[in-house]
């Protein structure tokens, strides 16, 4: 009786040892620790030529399409009804470009050269325009409100109705420029070289 009872022992122990890999390595993988995963981090904007600051505002829709009617006022010279805010142009010459009811506003064009530009019932409030030259731009019923036109060349400027409250105009030059109808309320104007040509103090 005792020699079966270890021979069924023996079988049930010789059955069971190829189950313990198994059920070790079943523990061993729950054991295991997991390799921690970075933190998911947002895409960057791709920006392109709009401004890290405006580009906070909008989406990136919106940013793509501006970017691409950037690339049409620079191979046409023209982008009638566009929206181009928050772009960033320094330096840019452009001539004879047409922006006609365009909104630029909160865009950087300082230093740029717009030869006989058409800004007419454009939108370039709070626009960094600051050492820019606009001789002879059509700019009527254009929105310059808290804009920056220091030391800007406005020398002959067709500038009726143009919305310049709360502009920057020190040292700029607006001489012999059409400003009928234009609104100055709160204007810096100081060193500004007046339509008839007196310069203020």
């Known amino acids: 009786m005792k020699k079966i009872t270890i021979l069924s022992i023996s079988l049930l122990m010789f059955a069971a040892i190829p189950e313990c890999p198994q059920v070790g390595l079943g523990l061993s993988a729950i054991g295991q620790p997991k390799t921690p995963q970075p933190p998911k981090k947002d895409d960057p904007k791709n920006l392109g030529y709009v401004s890290p600051e405006f580009a906070e505002k909008v989406s990136q829709q919106e940013i793509e399409q501006i970017n691409a009617n950037v690339e049409t006022l620079l191979l046409?010279?023209?982008?009638?009804?566009?929206?181009?805010?928050?772009?960033?142009?320094?330096?840019?010459?452009?001539?004879?470009?047409?922006?006609?009811?365009?909104?630029?506003?909160?865009?950087?064009?300082?230093?740029?050269?717009?030869?006989?530009?058409?800004?007419?019932?454009?939108?370039?409030?709070?626009?960094?325009?600051?050492?820019?030259?606009?001789?002879?731009?059509?700019?009527?019923?254009?929105?310059?409100?808290?804009?920056?036109?220091?030391?800007?060349?406005?020398?002959?400027?067709?500038?009726?109705?143009?919305?310049?409250?709360d502009a920057n105009l020190s040292n700029a030059n607006l001489r012999n420029s059409n400003m009928d109808g234009a609104s100055l309320d709160r204007a810096s104007m100081g060193g500004t070289t007046m339509p008839d040509g007196r310069k203020n103090q």
């Open 76 to 165: 046409t010279q023209s982008c009638i009804r566009c929206d181009l805010r928050g772009v960033k142009l320094v330096n840019l010459t452009l001539k004879n470009p047409i922006v006609t009811g365009a909104d630029l506003s909160d865009a950087n064009l300082s230093g740029g050269t717009f030869e006989i530009a058409d800004f007419v019932n454009t939108n370039l409030a709070r626009t960094d325009l600051s050492g820019s030259v606009l001789i002879g731009a059509r700019i009527s019923n254009t929105n310059f409100r808290k804009a920056n036109l220091t030391n800007t060349n406005l020398d002959g400027a067709d500038l009726r109705f143009a919305d310049l409250r």
